[in-house]
């Protein structure tokens, strides 16, 4: 998680020193048109990511950005995958110390 968080931030943070040539390979779609909310989830369509969208001047282009570079950069890991695995067990944890202990982890993740 951390590594590839790392590298997230590392290829943002270049995209704003040297953005990236006019024509870079595509990549598969991630399930465009399926409406679960699994499958939301998945794509990082969360709902405080929705209220940052709405709140920042050039928030759908940061988010469609963000989106290119979590997948280009999720072959170690898949970090909405992890997001979502941390709050299906947050979700289904019935004992309040586990899910303080779940919710720490996430955290610092």
Excluded: H
Excluded at 17 to 26: H, Q, V
């Amino acid at each position: 998680g951390r590594t590839t968080t790392g590298m997230v931030i590392a290829c943002l943070v270049w995209l704003q020193i040297r953005p990236p040539p006019a024509a870079l390979p595509s990549l598969p779609p991630r399930g465009v048109g399926d409406s679960s909310q699994e499958t939301s989830l998945l794509q990082g369509d969360f709902p405080c990511v929705r209220s940052l969208i709405r709140l920042l001047d050039q928030g759908a282009a940061g988010k469609k950005a963000l989106d290119e570079v979590l997948d280009r950069c999720s072959a170690m890991q898949n970090l909405r995958e992890a997001i979502l695995s941390y709050r299906r067990y947050l979700v289904a944890a019935k004992d309040e110390v586990k899910k303080a202990g779940a919710y720490r982890r996430g955290l610092e993740y």
